[in-house]
């Protein structure tokens, strides 16, 4: 059975206020349209359709290959919408889910319910309920003495007898396709002037056939994003799932309501996340690492047995048994290798730091390629930028850089060799040399290890 599934994203979404389409608002740190793609993925067998509309051009180049984008010129309507997809999905495709993508927390296994629900219903129709005392401006449900759905009500027609219903539709279906195409040519213009994909519902009824109901549980599902209140509230559902989530695999949050991690990003087992910590984008995390409290991650891959206290990590990787911190700060393009200690107040861009390497507080690290072993001192700066370029420092293995060295690229620095406190390198340094002074000269070659 082939399975497919339309996703309403046309709308301007003007309560929003936002320069954005809103379907590309973020969410735990992902577009909504992108945790309504994740869902249908779960339950459907073909690519999903995309119905957009308002700044269709930013909407399709997010979706890129995710799915196939049809425009809807003219905003009239849901059922409007979903026929636009007909000449494409027709003689294709057995049932077909439609949902809206400002619906983030509608789950996978919600919608996996449905879909089952209708491959079992003789009708051509099933679709997702719920009991609430809060109808948040959703359509009645009115039932038949069978249990079946009879109709929807919408809010802004309902008698006041019918606006005490408790059961709401929260605009997820599921439909036989070759019924749901014919239906919709028989949609009327309502008086506003748009197509409504709920009266297919009462198309349904009076041709007798069923239209059963999924009642959901989960009343955080069926949040829909009009607003930036509504958006405050979906990214708190979404919070608390997520942190669930990462709890019950083996994660410890000490206070998750103070920890946020976006959507998307993995932690391994026995890994503790201290409070006033933010995971984002696409950052991983080891197993028995501790992260924060107070660490601002992201894009950042750590590894197991890592210690982050207090710090900012953009765009970079850790291996295993790094420990940073407090008040540290990694920028794009940095590579700490195993064991790697990063005291407070440093900042590290765009440069590699090798095994075992031990950098001080209050230095700088940029553009510079640093061995293993080596030992960085207090206050020592790669002085990487001449006002036009930037070049690169090269510290080779065991070397050891005293306290206040300001290292002036480009420039390398071998083997074993150490810099006198406060020096100013602004030459090349050989194997085994001690340098000082200002600007930095050999003093002497240093006696190799006797293991060396």
């Known amino acids: 059975m082939k399975i497919n599934a339309i996703l309403l994203a046309a709308g301007h979404g003007l309560r929003m206020n936002s320069e954005l389409p809103k379907v590309l608002i973020p969410v735990a740190g992902k577009p909504m349209l992108w945790h309504s793609l994740q869902a249908v993925a779960q339950v459907t067998t073909e690519k999903p359709v995309v119905i957009i509309g308002h700044q269709a051009d930013l909407v399709r180049n997010f979706v890129h290959e995710q799915a196939d984008c049809i425009l809807q010129e003219q905003q009239l309507g849901t059922g409007h919408a979903v026929q636009q997809a007909k000449n494409f999905l027709l003689g294709k495709t057995d049932l077909i889910l439609v949902t809206y993508a400002d619906m983030p927390l509608l789950s996978s296994e919600t919608l996996e319910k449905l879909v089952e629900t209708q491959i079992a219903n003789e009708g051509p129709i099933s679709l997702l309920t719920i009991i609430s005392d809060d109808p948040r401006g959703f359509g009645r449900i009115l039932r038949k003495e069978d249990g079946y759905v009879q109709a929807i009500v919408e809010e802004a027609v309902a008698t ?27 949609v009327r213009v309502s008086p506003k002037g748009e197509f409504f994909l709920t009266d297919t519902i009462s198309i349904a009824v009076q041709d007798g056939l069923t239209v059963k109901p999924v009642v959901l549980s989960d009343l955080n599902e069926t949040i829909g994003v009009n607003t930036r209140i509504h958006l405050s509230e979906a990214e708190s559902a979404m919070r608390d799932r997520i942190n669930r989530m990462h709890m019950l695999a083996g994660v410890t949050l000490i206070d998750p309501g103070t920890t946020y991690i976006d959507a998307g990003i993995s932690i391994g087992k026995d890994s503790t996340i201290w409070p006033n910590t933010f995971l984002r984008g696409n950052t991983q995390v080891g197993r028995n690492s501790e992260i924060g409290p107070g660490a601002i991650i ?155």
């Open 160 to 186: 006041p007898d019918q606006l005490q219903i408790k059961e709401l539709n929260v605009g997820a279906y599921c439909f036989n396709a070759n019924w749901l195409w014919r239906a919709l040519d028989k």
């Open 298 to 452: 992201t894009d950042t891959k750590i590894g197991d047995r890592c210690k982050i206290l207090l710090s900012v990590l953009e765009g970079s990787i850790l291996e295993e048994d790094v420990d940073m911190g407090p008040y540290a700060h990694l920028r794009k393009g940095t590579h700490l290798g195993s064991g790697v200690h990063m005291g407070n107040f440093g900042e590290v861009k765009d440069s590699t730091l090798g095994e075992g390497t031990k950098m001080g507080h209050f230095s700088y690290i940029g553009n510079a390629n640093i061995g293993s072993n080596v030992n960085i001192g207090a206050g020592t700066i790669t002085c990487n930028y001449d006002g036009e370029n930037k070049h690169e420092t090269q510290i080779e293995d065991d070397a050891f850089i005293g306290s206040d060295t300001m290292l002036v690229a480009p420039l390398k620095v071998g083997k074993r060799s150490r810099t006198g406190a406060g020096a100013v390198v602004t030459k090349d340094v050989q194997d085994d040399t001690l340098v000082v002074g200002m600007p930095a000269r050999a003093i002497h070659k240093l006696e190799k290890k006797k293991n060396e």
